[in-house]
DNA sequence: AGACGATTTCGACAGCTTGTAGAAGTCAAG
DNA sequence: CTTGACTTCTACAAGCTGTCGAAATCGTCT
């Protein structure tokens, strides 16, 4: 897959949250605005960022537009899941790993992961 | 935590499947033995990567014995553990990721975790 | 003690990624 | 056609990783 700086996962929050295509210049400034930290980035930066992101696959662009609008490829979870994944990947025993991970999940967590498998146990 | 290069993941591999702790020059046969690409690294280069794994925190060294050795400091799958966490800290809703990745493990490890979670449930 | 071989430490450098942005090109509207 | 907004191109500094050579160190053998 392709890890995210900082600045780069920012901006997939900020898309990810966003049910609209956002355009550089909103980014901008929703990314001002998270921070309030008075530091603007400036635009090309913002534009950057989203072009590596597109070569990532992990935003579309749409270029009909004028002021092109940005938006994420998949969802905040498909992504998740996708690095959960990855990282299962490089381990050969998953099972082991697995049952060291329940070990360290919420109550809550282990109980709604029942309630998955149960309901997944059909297929 | 600490992502690794592909030779850093390689000695770290080697530490992993290794009982005892490894020298530099064990490390380094071990790599050429790997590819059986007859390309042998400088015992410096594996040297350098072991300093930089013993700085993340990965590996330990012990320097009493001459030709120093060297020796993972967790087990790998407490490390996958340890990725799977960061991935899924970064996730607000932890339940719906966890719902997408078991709708994508396969049927076997889906009954083994419901053994574990069986197991843990008295917990 | 002195020399020698094995080991370790200290830079060093190239290539890639990420943050950051100026300069220049392009496009639509007036 | 001029202007202002928007995009593309190019660039650069840091940091990370792979890769070592050169130099310092350490134990040992004579």
């Given at each position: 897959?392709?890890?995210?700086?900082?600045?780069?996962?920012?901006?997939?929050?900020?898309?990810?949250?966003?049910?609209?295509?956002?355009?550089?210049?909103?980014?901008?400034?929703?990314?001002?605005a998270?921070?309030?930290?008075?530091?603007?980035?400036?635009?090309t930066?913002?534009?950057?960022?989203?072009?590596?992101?597109?070569?990532?696959?992990?935003?579309?662009?749409?270029?009909?537009?004028?002021?092109?609008?940005?938006?994420?490829?998949?969802?905040?979870?498909?992504?998740?899941?996708?690095?959960?994944?990855?990282?299962?990947?490089?381990?050969?025993?998953?099972?082991?790993?697995?049952?060291?991970?329940?070990?360290?999940?919420?109550?809550?967590?282990?109980?709604?992961?029942?309630?998955?498998?149960?309901?997944?146990?059909?297929?």
């Amino acid at each position: 897959m392709a890890s995210l700086g900082d600045l780069e996962r920012s901006v997939m929050d900020l898309l990810w949250d966003s049910a609209e295509p956002l355009t550089a210049n909103d980014l901008r400034d929703d990314l001002a605005a998270l921070g309030a930290d008075a530091k603007e980035l400036a635009v090309t930066t913002v534009l950057t960022v989203l072009a590596r992101l597109e070569k990532k696959g992990l935003v579309e662009r749409e270029r009909s537009t004028r002021p092109h609008r940005y938006a994420a490829c998949s969802s905040r979870e498909d992504h998740t899941v996708g690095l959960l994944n990855e990282a299962l990947g490089t381990a050969q025993d998953r099972e082991a790993v697995l049952a060291r991970f329940i070990g360290g999940i919420t109550a809550d967590e282990a109980a709604s992961l029942r309630a998955i498998l149960d309901s997944v146990k059909s297929a």
